[in-house]
């Protein structure tokens, strides 16, 4: 691998004005499967590329579920992304308990940003490797954005990231126009449509695939294996009207389990925080004047 002396150390600049290691993390976002996210005026669907070891090791999933207004989708190191989803996750769950609303999705954004550009300006740090598509519905409406190692971030109408995600780029320009009047079952088939641009071999399948979609009305929901399928299959069909016979049932069915899935997590949460939390005593108790958010 190519090395030079300025390449050392994250805080050490090159006589260009260059962060070799933030550019090389920069790179593993590069390399790192294919991830869509484009958005209308009522939705934002992230569409993503899963890749597995071998034929005997299992897809790696690569969107998760931040809270029921916002999910990511990642490209780059998967564990460096798990970890920024868990802080994530925490700052929703402490804004939730101490102001009773949802985090606005550009103040998490920024302060993901925020995180990232702390690793660049460390010595005894290592920049995350992953790069972010967060994408997530609030008060002012629907937003997709995407985070980089190096701090900085933006937010799209619609963007791809990851390997051979130029292919994807292109499909996304020649139609942006289009996507805010797009319902969602047309906004679903644009990502995949953009998605399967990026695939050097082989096609998009209920195995590889990925899509998540959250709206106005709408708790963020994944789509995989049987939930996509109607999906695709669509998609293999003659180049027609985008009527896409999505199943309601199945949308309904994801988005049940979601919720599920979801209240068995902040109930867990809930447990364990009063769990750890010391008992009040004395005058404490009886004033009992709110409570101090959880840590992150």
């Not at 809270?67 to 804004?95: F, P, Q, S, W």
């Not at 399967?196 to 998009?204: F, I, M, P, R, T």
């Not at 106005?216 to 069909?237: C, D, H, K």
Request: negative net charge.
């Amino acid at each position: 691998m190519f090395r030079n002396q300025y390449d050392t150390d994250v805080t050490t600049w090159s006589p260009q004005g260059r962060l070799f290691q933030v550019e090389y993390a920069m790179e593993a976002v590069k390399q790192g499967s294919c991830a869509v996210g484009l958005t209308s005026k009522t939705h934002v669907v992230l569409a993503t590329l899963k890749r597995s070891e071998s034929e005997l090791s299992s897809f790696q999933r690569k969107v998760f579920k931040i809270d029921d207004h916002m999910g990511i989708a990642i490209a780059g190191l998967t564990a460096d992304g798990r970890v920024l989803c868990k802080y994530m996750r925490n700052e929703c769950l402490n804004h939730k308990y101490v102001y009773e609303s949802p985090l606005p999705v550009g103040r998490l954004v920024r302060q993901v940003a925020d995180k990232h550009q702390v690793c660049t300006q460390r010595s005894w740090k290592r920049p995350y490797g992953v790069g972010l598509l967060v994408g997530g519905v609030d008060a002012a409406g629907p937003h997709l954005y995407n985070t980089c190692p190096s701090g900085n971030y933006y937010e799209y109408k619609a963007v791809a990231i990851g390997a051979r995600s130029q292919a994807a780029k292109t499909y996304l320009e020649k139609h942006y126009e289009s996507f805010p009047a797009a319902s969602l079952d047309e906004l679903v088939r644009h990502g995949l449509k953009a998605l399967a641009g990026s695939l050097s071999d082989g096609e998009l399948s209920a195995a590889n695939t990925a899509v998540s979609i959250v709206g106005q009305g709408l708790a963020f929901t994944i789509l995989e294996n049987e939930g996509i399928e109607p999906y695709l299959a669509a998609l293999r069909q003659d180049e027609g009207p985008m009527a896409v016979e999505a199943p309601p049932a199945a949308v309904a069915a994801a988005a049940a389990a979601a919720d599920a899935a979801s209240a068995a997590t902040l109930a867990a949460d809930a447990a364990a925080a009063a769990a750890a939390a010391p008992a009040p005593t004395g005058e404490a108790a009886e004033e009992g004047e709110g409570a101090a958010p959880m840590e992150s």
